[in-house]
């Protein structure tokens, strides 16, 4: 039964001190012995980090409401989520989340709302979380919602699609050196000649070093392709885009699916994308090849290896890079970070929960 509780917040009226008591309500901290699966909390749409000590960072949507969760024992237990802000209409819905990413002073979050505007926030020595700056530097062009973000140390990259100048859908970039408290002028990283770039597909964002990796999903000639855009300046320059894989998928629609991106150990960009129903893993400059059936696919690479993880037949499964295919729990939109060369952990979201799954490779 659903306490008075959680039915005034899920109407999304936000109360600090209701918001705080629900949270406490929502959280498990401690995975079920019959069920390793970890209930972190209500929400949406999770997006997970990982700091050099290992800690896992999660952030995650419901309502207006912008929700953090860390772990520091490897996945085996998460803290009571935390409110970072109370963002008035915030995207946390089909696909459209929040975005967390490790700096050198700590998480930073982005979160964009349903008027097509980006915010960032950081958490402070003293633990409290706090708005920096926004992110677009024209009012209002995010308003499909979708952006990405990665850092290494105090360079932060975020991408996002955007209608500025035009009014049609392009891939805009803005890079942070100082771990996210300002962001420097937005560039046009992308603008299709034919149109305008696929209007409902998530971006991704990898950063390492001074590489700075982009991938989007393109829509040139009616086909329904990812694209890469690579920056070896720490976001200053980008090279020419290149099209992922051999062969194209002409689709009169939007397949609401923008696929994974990780950098190597050489420092080069590996990646995963469906196409129809078929979950394909690519190289730039190499043809696709086929992993699985389903859709919602992300990928971490471990120790020189790739792992995968997708959304199959109203299942979250994990592909191991020795072969090895896991059913983690129901869900969808799953999200990896590594832990170790040994171990990984999974997010994902159910029926409006929050859920994580460590597991031994």
């Not at 950063?207 to 200053?236: C, E, I, P, T």
């Not at 120790?303 to 993880?309: K, L, M, S």
Request: positive net charge; proline residues 4%.
């Amino acid at each position: 039964m659903i306490s008075a509780i959680e039915t005034f917040y899920m109407k999304k009226t936000y109360c600090p001190g209701i918001a705080l008591l629900l949270l406490f309500f929502t959280a498990s901290s401690q995975p079920n012995e019959k069920n390793p699966d970890i209930l972190i909390g209500k929400g949406q749409l999770p997006n997970i980090a990982a700091d050099k000590n290992g800690s896992l960072h999660v952030v995650y949507g419901t309502g207006d409401s912008i929700l953090y969760s860390v772990s520091a024992n490897g996945g085996e237990s998460f803290s009571a989520p935390v409110l970072i802000a109370a963002l008035p209409q915030l995207a946390a819905f089909a696909m459209r989340g929040p975005q967390i990413a490790i700096t050198k002073e700590g998480p930073l979050v982005t979160a964009c709302t349903k008027q097509g505007n980006i915010f960032s926030y950081k958490k402070n020595a003293n633990g409290k979380w706090q708005q920096t700056a926004r992110v677009n530097d024209v009012d209002t062009v995010a308003k499909e919602m979708f952006m990405a973000l990665g850092a290494d140390g105090n360079q932060v990259f975020a991408a996002w699609l955007d209608l500025r100048n035009n009014k049609r859908n392009k891939i805009v970039g803005a890079l942070s050196k100082d771990g996210g408290k300002t962001w420097l002028k937005n560039s046009i990283l992308y603008a299709s000649p034919d149109s305008s770039v696929c209007e409902c597909c998530k971006p991704s964002v990898a950063v390492k070093g001074n590489h700075v990796y982009v991938m989007f999903r393109n829509w040139l000639q009616g086909n329904r392709d990812l694209y890469l855009l690579h920056s070896a300046d720490a976001g200053k320059s980008f090279a020419a885009v290149q099209k992922l894989g051999v062969n194209s998928w002409k689709l009169n629609g939007c397949p609401m699916d923008g696929g994974g991106l990780a950098i190597n150990d050489k420092d080069a960009a590996e990646t995963v994308w469906r196409r129809n129903n078929t979950i394909y893993s690519c190289r730039p400059g190499e043809a696709e090849t086929a992993i699985g059936e389903g859709r919602g696919c992300t990928i971490e690479t471990v120790n020189g290896h790739n792992v995968y993880a997708w959304s199959e037949n109203g299942q979250v499964v994990v592909l191991t890079a020795q072969g090895n295919k896991k059913t983690v729990g129901k869900g969808q939109l799953p999200a990896l970070k590594k832990i170790s060369n040994k171990n990984i952990v999974c997010v994902w979201e159910n029926e409006h929960q929050v859920y994580a799954h460590a597991i031994s490779l």
